[in-house]
């Protein structure tokens, strides 16, 4: 069996710089960030440092920027701008070094580039992982995420307006799970 995963990401996106739709969720959805009720979001203490993990993102990582965001119970959306372009691992004929397979690479004796956006998200998720270990939850992230790239204008808007609503509309989410 290859012990390598396939990589989920675009090819022909970067994630090293632009702005992205992020949804990331817990395993089995399981509602470790709060609940909803009364239409607004109650947030647990999980849910809080999560929170304050996104408010606080450009200090620790000042190229990232989380501009929108959403803390639901079982998964949290957000925007992401990465505003600097970090020099990619390529090879002598210019493509981009990302299989995590050395056999798959163009140069197999190349390093790996990790994109900035994984490296983000993999850091969120350690963090909240962390956290929630140290208060003896037995808390777990679903292996992978969801990524658009925003493309123009009337993308970004229409996802902000998603964002902002989510709460509002959680028994019509996709994530809706009932209280558990």
């Known amino acids: 069996m290859d012990q390598y995963r396939k990589t989920p990401r675009a090819g022909f996106i970067h994630y090293d710089a632009g702005i992205f739709f992020l949804t990331i969720c817990t395993k089995g959805q399981k509602h470790y960030f709060g609940e909803i009720y009364g239409g607004e979001m109650h947030l647990s203490p999980i849910g809080r440092y ?3 993990q ?3 993102v450009t200090e620790v990582c000042g190229y ?9 119970p079982n998964h949290v959306h ?3 701008c990465i505003r600097r372009d970090v020099p990619l691992a390529r ?5 981009i070094q990302r299989s995590p397979n050395p056999s798959l690479r163009t140069d197999p004796i190349s390093q790996r580039h990790v994109p900035v956006l994984s490296r983000y998200v993999n850091s969120f998720k350690g ?7 140290s208060l003896g939850v037995d808390f777990h ?3 992978r995420y969801y990524d658009h790239y925003i493309r123009n204008n009337r993308d970004g808007n229409n996802i902000s307006v998603y964002i902002r609503n989510n709460v ?4 019509a989410d996709c994530f809706y799970s009932p209280v558990e």
């Open 127 to 133: 963090a909240v992982t962390k956290y929630a270990k």
């Open 50 to 52: 999560a929170e304050a």
């Open 78 to 80: 957000m925007i992401v």
């Open 54 to 56: 996104l408010i606080s």
């Open 64 to 72: 990232v920027e989380v501009p929108l965001f959403v803390v639901m």
């Open 141 to 143: 992230w679903q292996g």
């Open 168 to 171: 509002a509309r959680w028994e």
């Open 91 to 95: 090879s002598n004929e210019g493509n």
